[in-house]
């Protein structure tokens, strides 16, 4: 499936940089569309978080998705790529108050909130501007998703969200508030999820917490259950797009909507992680006296998922045809974390050879750093390379 990548085109740039399969992300987000529609009530925002490459947003926008942010930055992007406004939600366990007002100045849809004391800024901030904010709460919902330690967001013990046992309280306090306007409940309980089970628990919470609202005739417009569903690390070429149907029918089989409410999706790695891959070059094989080691011009400061969370990507050597070799495919930063994979088998490598690392489209790019003086890496589109 080398065919997949236009290696002149790639020849001609200065590595490392990502490259990011239109085709693919558009044939995502139709199937996206499509799964999703064929449920009244359902509406999906895109994750801003796992890439704002500006190409990619406006596909994303283009393709009818709304926006969630965790950041004013990330509200800002979102308008410069044309998501109305209307359609941008707003979550973050600490948010500052020029993002808040920059929320409210722009009337966004729905601000998550993660406690009472931010509330109680919101309401401040929006009376200051006499607007009333439309705000969700975020429950932590206490349900595990199997998943790496560092990506469940929704037990007890992380630092995400309002306690459920709380959440009654929290809608008669916000209910006080002349600023505040109570529209929805927000979950988010992990990442790279391929568990349907996990978010069939998520659905059981939701129903719980719902019928307690409905015994205190509370009903409420919307239910948001976050993002989280994963993707295939280890065959980008024969999974290339997640399984979308699976994820909204457990959601339309298992969760009760209530009459006219909506419920709203946040998804991020799904939409775009597959479309995307860092390109890098070999610059020199050692031969040690345990191993091989190939050397690229990537290191963490371009994809950092690796390092941080023992993340597994494919990598493809796509200028070779030789036989298979084992080495350890390794960056030029001064940090032994510094490995992309050990041990892994690609076609004997040269100098020079161009090295893919797949399903790299999400939470690469976005989260490349400086560390070690280096340049941040560019990103192309198959349309513009
Ligand atoms: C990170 C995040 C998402 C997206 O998660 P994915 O695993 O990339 O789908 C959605 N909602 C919130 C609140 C998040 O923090």
Redesign the pocket.
């Known amino acids: 499936m080398k065919g997949i990548f236009p290696l002149q085109k790639l020849e001609q740039h200065r590595t490392p940089f990502y490259y990011y399969d239109v085709e693919l992300l558009r044939e995502t987000l139709r199937t996206i569309q499509a799964e999703a529609s064929k449920h009244e009530g359902f509406c999906v925002h895109y994750?801003i978080?796992?890439n704002a490459n500006p190409k990619v947003l406006k596909i994303i926008r283009e393709a009818g998705l709304g926006a969630?942010c965790?950041s004013g930055g990330e509200i800002e992007a979102s308008i410069r790529a044309g998501f109305p406004n209307q359609k941008i939600v707003y979550?973050g366990v600490g948010k500052s108050d020029w993002e808040i007002n920059l929320g409210l100045d722009n009337d966004i849809f729905c601000f998550?909130v993660e406690s009472i004391p931010e509330l109680e800024v919101i309401n401040e901030l929006a009376a200051a501007k006499g607007k009333q904010a439309r705000v969700a709460f975020r429950l932590n919902p206490n349900v595990g998703a199997h998943t790496h330690a560092n990506i469940t967001?929704g037990l007890a013990e992380n630092k995400f969200g309002i306690d459920m046992r709380d959440m009654l309280t929290v809608i008669e306090e916000a209910s006080k508030m002349a600023n505040i306007k109570v529209v929805g409940l927000h979950f988010?309980i992990g990442?790279?999820i391929l568990d349907m089970g996990d978010f069939e628990a998520l659905c059981n919470r939701v129903n719980e917490l719902q019928n307690e609202l409905e015994r205190h005739r509370i009903c409420l417009e919307h239910i948001n259950v976050?993002?989280?569903?994963g993707i295939d690390y280890q065959h980008p070429n024969r999974v290339p797009i997640p399984d979308f149907k699976a994820y909204f029918d457990t959601y339309a089989k298992k969760l009760k909507l209530r009459n006219g409410q909506t419920l709203h999706f946040?998804?991020?790695?799904?939409v775009v992680a597959q479309c995307g891959s860092l390109i890098t070059r070999t610059l020199y094989i050692k031969n040690g006296y345990v191993k091989k080691f190939c050397i690229v011009d990537a290191g963490f400061t371009d994809l950092i998922r690796p390092a941080l969370y023992q993340a597994y990507h494919k990598i493809e050597n796509l200028s070779s045809e030789e036989p298979m070799e084992a080495y350890d495919v390794v960056g030029p930063i001064c940090e032994s974390t510094d490995v992309f994979a050990k041990q892994v088998d690609i076609h004997k490598a040269h100098r020079g050879d161009l090295i893919a690392i797949r399903s790299a489209g999400?939470y690469g790019e976005i989260m490349a750093s400086q560390y070690n003086c280096r340049r941040l890496p560019e990103g192309f589109t198959s349309e513009d390379i």
Request: hydrophobic letters at 40%.
């Open positions: 994750a978080k796992a969630d965790v979550a998550n967001t988010h990442s790279q976050g993002g989280g569903l946040e998804l991020g790695r799904a999400a």
